[in-house]
């Protein structure tokens, strides 16, 4: 699989991963960042906030730009300017496969 696509479930339901990783990079406007930067989390409702899968499920929001569009070195990626520039032409400006709402 074409690695680009792959990192792309990354981007999502990333909790865990970002929990156990030492840097993380935005893909929207490609800062990197360590893991505690992060502050927003997308996912938890009133119904879920006491499962702890949901808070393994949850998403990250980049700290600089909002975007739900952080990748952690966890995934195995390479979380580097180039890499995060790749991604973000791909996904976030030519729109390869457009996200569903
Ligand atoms: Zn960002």
Redesign the pocket.
Known sequence: MNELLAAYRYLSNNFGQIQASKRCG?C??M?VFPPEEIVGWLGLTMDNMNDPSAVEQQTAM?P??G?E?VLADKSGLPINAVFLQRMNEAWFQRTLIRKPK
């Open positions: 935005c929207n406007c800062e980049c600089y730009c975007a569009a």
